[in-house]
Nanobody
Framework: VQLQAFGGGLVQPGGALRLSCAAS????????IAWFRQAPGKEREAVSCISSSGEDIYYSDSVKDRFTITRDNANNTVYLQMDMMKAEDTGVHYC?????????????????????WGQGTELTVSS
């Protein structure tokens, strides 16, 4: 099983970036995928979740209306388009996969719901 997150880097406030999460080794189409982030000295927090079908999506309040999560089941990849970025978006971003039974909006932010985790990609928003 492998989840590889990439696309991080340095971006200015107000800028945009797209993260990708490439998956292999498990039944990707049956798993919800989420993005979490962890800022230095802080706990890991959920950013967004997308159900296996792509029809059910969750965003944290801090990224709602700025970020867009999508998935390409044909290529086992999930994307996180981040626009209007802020300094508080800084941190290591992880993608995770879990066989969620309940909707993303209900349980998608819970770390315990996810079985597989990627290694993380670092993102810094700074001028």
């Amino acid at each position: 099983v492998q989840l590889q997150a990439f696309g991080g880097g340095l971006v200015q406030p107000g800028g945009a970036l797209r993260l990708s999460c490439a998956a292999s080794g498990f039944a990707f189409n049956n798993y919800a995928i989420a993005w979490f982030r962890q800022a230095p000295g802080k706990e890991r927090e959920a950013v967004s979740c997308i159900s296996s079908s792509g029809e059910d999506i969750y965003y944290s309040d801090s990224v709602k209306d700025r970020f867009t999560i999508t998935r390409d089941n044909a290529n086992n990849t999930v994307y996180l388009q981040m626009d209007m970025m802020k300094a508080e978006d800084t941190g290591v971003h992880y993608c995770a996969a879990g066989p969620l039974i309940l909707p993303c909006a209900s349980v998608g932010s819970a770390v315990s719901e996810y079985h597989f985790w990627g290694q993380g990609t670092e993102l810094t928003v700074s001028s």
